[in-house]
């Protein structure tokens, strides 16, 4: 639960396609501004690119499981290098420098102190979106946060009393609070030996030969050595040196550090390492690529093309794992999408956060990603699941002898106003979940999340971190529980590099593949929690401590008017439910092989 990031570069500003000519198109170059970098992304072929993605990702089809190069999928569907050429001369015709076409083709990026882009008529057409330009709308400031509980963090950190396992300690309630006289105390943090027989992942189970790519928006301190300590620590093999690899492949015009809440002045910044660790955790012998985007939209997609565009001949990882999200109309969704298409033909797949406050965002509603929503997750005295249910919670705070409810909060999801549903939601994903009204009509849309892990910050993980002290040099490691969809995330990405390993070739896009799952021995139907069942499995108390009142987390919260549910089957909290270990990895391996051999 890290910090959230306040980026004053995000909301992309383009003026409508072809409202000016040729000849008065200019960009708004204003002298007195700061200069910035902006990126204008090119239209590629999206149709022949879904086409082929589907193809690629659907059993039953011909092009089943069979890939494109980075480049061969820039022949073949990218744009062309004469409208490329065109962008970029227009660019530098409206005074701006430094103008450079990405390897790909997917984008051309320019500096200067502009204020506004507006493609004249002659380029539009080849125009998909611009990043890069502050959202005025907000004075100048778009959130990009981590994927991260935002309340949860100043309840955690001093930690006065937790459980090492789920229901080692109970808390008696006075009064009570919804009905509940007792609750469990939150965890501590769970190891990596009772994250991975919760999942069913046994010895056999290490990812090797799998590349993972971590997306992250800042960089971790010391990060190799903080990931030897955290498998040492963990009664892991010890990674190699050649395992892990960091790579700068975002750049950002302006990143500020938001002053937040209170809370903000104790926060750890350990989103990267619970990435890195969290993947460790599930696959240990897959080698791990974190590309860091610095903090701001432009960079993040960045960070996430550079993955697909790899060496040309092949992409830098198989497996993506993006726990950062962009809230939904700061940047225009095509270009998301774009890059989504673009791995799902390469053989990637993108598994992105669905969130860690209700609703959906621009990476986690596009239908050619995997988007992985949270879960409570107990784990008993013998590491076996003593109870999973979507994290959606109803929080209450005691003051002056009364409850205060504070409302509910948990993983993001719903349904999306954009896209419609793709084949694999159909006759899976209930007419409940998928029709939404739009512009006074009923569409069938896309759904999210699809898949979902642990991410209640009460049921998280332990992390540990290593922090840059006041003489500039690596301080000593230190760990603290941890959590969101930032975790569940990379915890499936270790899932699906274990069911890789061994394979002929990736699994890329799964979410055909997945939501044939439904319903079978390979996921876990994550439903709400009984009445029947104890209380110390419905709640969490957290005792007062720091000057923090005692506070309450109600399981399985589903309140009036909120948009999202936890149901039998799909649900917009946890999808199609969460992955059961070795079955898991055998449903993937099963369909692939019949799909094959068929």
């Known amino acids: 639960m890290s910090k959230v990031i306040a980026v004053a570069v995000c909301g992309a500003v383009l003026g409508m396609p072809g409202s000016a000519s040729a000849a008065g198109a200019r960009s708004d170059v204003a002298s007195e501004a700061s200069p910035i970098t902006v990126q204008v992304w090119l239209k590629p072929d999206l149709a022949g690119a879904a086409a082929f993605a589907d193809a690629a990702a659907t059993p039953g089809k011909a092009g089943f499981h069979h890939y494109l190069s980075p480049n061969a999928y820039t022949a073949r569907f990218g744009p062309s290098a004469a409208h490329a050429k065109a962008v970029s001369d227009w660019l530098a015709g409206a005074g701006l420098k430094q103008v450079h076409v990405s390897s790909g083709r997917d984008y051309v990026s320019a500096t200067g102190a502009v204020t506004k882009l507006t493609p004249p008529a002659s380029v539009a057409p080849y125009v998909l979106g611009v990043t890069g330009f502050a959202d005025d709308s907000d004075g100048g400031n778009a959130a990009v946060a981590s994927a991260k509980h935002a ?320 003489d500039a040099k690596p301080g000593p490691y230190q760990t603290a529980p941890n959590a969101g969809t930032s975790l569940a995330t990379p915890l499936i990405a270790g899932l699906v590099a274990d069911a890789e390993q061994g394979q002929h070739a990736p699994f890329g896009f799964i979410n055909p593949l997945l939501y044939r799952l439904t319903g079978t021995s390979a996921m876990r139907d994550v439903l709400p929690p009984s009445a029947s069942a104890p209380q110390q499995d419905r709640a969490a108390y957290t005792p007062a401590a720091d000057g923090l009142t005692p506070s309450v987390d109600v399981f399985g919260a589903q309140g009036a008017g909120q948009s999202q549910v936890i149901a039998k089957g799909y649900d917009t909290v946890t999808g199609v439910g969460s992955p059961n270990g070795g079955a898991f990895i055998a449903g993937l391996r099963n369909l692939t092989a019949k799909a094959m051999s068929g």
């Not at 509940?180 to 090797?208: D, E, F, H």
């Not at 995997?370 to 249910?389: C, K, P, Q, S, Y």
């Not at 979507?390 to 509910?408: A, P, R, V």
């Not at 899976?428 to 006074?440: E, I, N």
């Open 151 to 470: 309340a949860a963090p100043a309840k955690h950190v001093a930690a006065p009393t937790c459980s090492q396992y789920w229901a080692q300690h109970v808390q008696s309630i006075q009064p009570a609070y919804q009905g509940l006289t007792k609750a469990s105390l939150p965890i501590c943090g769970y190891s990596a030996a009772q994250l991975r027989a919760a999942y069913g992942v046994t010895s056999a189970n290490t990812g090797k030969g799998v590349t993972i790519a971590l997306t992250e928006d800042s960089s971790p301190t010391a990060m190799f050595a903080t990931l030897t300590e955290y498998a040492r620590a963990n009664h892991l093999p010890l990674p190699r040196r050649s395992q892990f690899k960091q790579v700068q492949d975002g750049t950002c015009n302006d990143v500020s550090v938001g002053a937040g809440n209170a809370a903000d002045s104790v926060r750890v910044d350990d989103e990267a390492q619970m990435d890195s660790e969290a993947v460790y955790a599930m696959a240990p012998d897959a080698d791990q690529l974190m590309v860091v985007g610095g903090g701001c939209n432009r960079g993040l997609l960045d960070a996430a093309l550079s993955v697909l565009v790899g060496d040309g001949a092949h992409p830098g990882a198989t497996v993506v794992s993006n726990s950062w999200q962009i809230p939904l109309g700061s940047e225009p969704k095509q270009v998301m999408h774009a890059i989504d298409l673009r791995a799902a033909a390469e053989g990637v797949g993108m598994y992105v956060a669905s969130g860690d406050t209700p609703g959906l965002t621009m990476p986690g509603s596009d239908p050619y990603a995997t988007v992985v929503g949270g879960t409570t997750l107990g784990i008993g005295a013998h590491d076996e699941r003593v109870l999973e249910t979507g994290w959606s919670t109803d929080t209450g705070s005691l003051n002056d002898g009364k409850w205060d409810d504070l409302g509910i909060s948990g993983a993001g999801g719903g349904t999306s106003l954009d896209w419609a549903q793709p084949g694999y939601q159909k006759g899976v994903v209930p007419a409940s979940m998928s029709h939404v009204q739009v512009g006074g009509k009923t569409l069938v849309n896309r759904a999210a999340p699809d898949i979902a892990a642990d991410g209640d910050p009460d049921t998280g993980m332990l992390v540990g971190y290593v922090q840059t002290g006041t």
